[in-house]
Nanobody, 121 residues
Framework: QVRLVESGGGLVQPGGSLRLSCAASGSIRSIDDMGWYRRAPGKQREWVADISKGDNTKYADSVQGRFTISRDNAKNTVSLQMDNLKPEDTAVYYC???????????????WGQGTQVTVSS
């Protein structure tokens, strides 16, 4: 089983920065795309950013130019550097990985438990 654990959330003032990290562990055969999603109070989960195994990155329009996603394939980690945070960035942030377990022939979507980010003065 592939397990994802996020860290780095917290409370920050508007204009501030936070860095989220996510580590994948378990019986991993391979990881393809990794990324971040978020769910704000009363809203549906939305995609934030993702990064391919070859470091190709994509961002939602709402975070383009403010957030930077990166990964370390050797450590099976993905990070999200969030700068110039706005109150509307307040949400629970979830790490995602498209991976295949060592004991299975099938690729699947895996999710972390989420980490709270609150942007408020």
């Amino acid at each position: 089983q592939v397990r994802l654990v996020e860290s780095g959330g917290g409370l920050v003032q508007p204009g501030g920065s936070l860095r989220l990290s996510c580590a994948a562990s378990g019986s991993i055969r391979s990881i393809d795309d990794m990324g971040w999603y978020r769910r704000a109070p009363g809203k549906q989960r939305e995609w934030v950013a993702d990064i391919s195994k070859g470091d190709n990155t994509k961002y939602a329009d709402s975070v383009q130019g403010r957030f930077t996603i990166s990964r370390d394939n050797a450590k099976n980690t993905v990070s999200l550097q969030m700068d110039n945070l706005k109150p509307e960035d307040t949400a629970v942030y979830y790490c995602h990985a498209y991976a295949v377990d060592a004991g299975s022939p099938y690729w699947d979507d895996y999710w972390g438990q989420g980490t709270q980010v609150t942007v408020s003065s």
